[in-house]
């Protein structure tokens, strides 16, 4: 009695285990072939061009990892949402979303001159310094 219903739940463990590992090792599968595969990247890419406010230097770079990373800074994560001095002067003229019309022409635009350049103050940490979003641009006075 005992015995059966031991060899019972390990029957059940196993083939949890087996469905559980092989879940893992079809879904590992298809990431590797997914990240392996440009074409699965190439509309990121591609998008990430188009929506990058400012030329991309392409000097020296691999084209995909740039395409993706403007993906990423401008599509996904909004970088600039924080790294620039807030909405005020975050919007080109007549591309600022937080304005109405005849202000908001309705399309947001970025402004390129302070793309990315920091400043935004985010308050006190208690009362000490301020939060402030750093400066990422190239030019920034750190280098
Ligand atoms: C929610 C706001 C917010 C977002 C979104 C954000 N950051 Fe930041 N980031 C900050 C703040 C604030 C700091 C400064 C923190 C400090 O001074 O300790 C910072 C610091 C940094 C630093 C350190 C710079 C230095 O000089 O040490 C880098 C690099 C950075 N961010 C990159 C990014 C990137 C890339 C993205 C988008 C993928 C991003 N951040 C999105 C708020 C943000």
Known sequence: MKASKFLKAAGVTTAFVAIVAAGMVTSSRHVKAHDDDDEGNESRIQRGFEIAPVPLDLVGKNRHLVGL????????????????????????????????????????????????????????????????????????PEG
């Open 69 to 140: 990373g403007s993906y990423i800074v401008n599509a996904v994560a909004d970088c600039n949402g924080c790294h620039s001095a807030g909405p005020p002067t975050e919007f080109a003229m007549g591309g600022n979303p937080y304005l109405r019309s005849p202000f908001f022409t309705g399309k947001e635009v970025i402004n390129p001159a302070t793309y990315l350049g920091g400043g935004r103050d985010f308050g006190p940490i208690g009362s000490a310094a301020h939060v402030i979003s750093r400066n990422l641009t190239p030019t920034r």
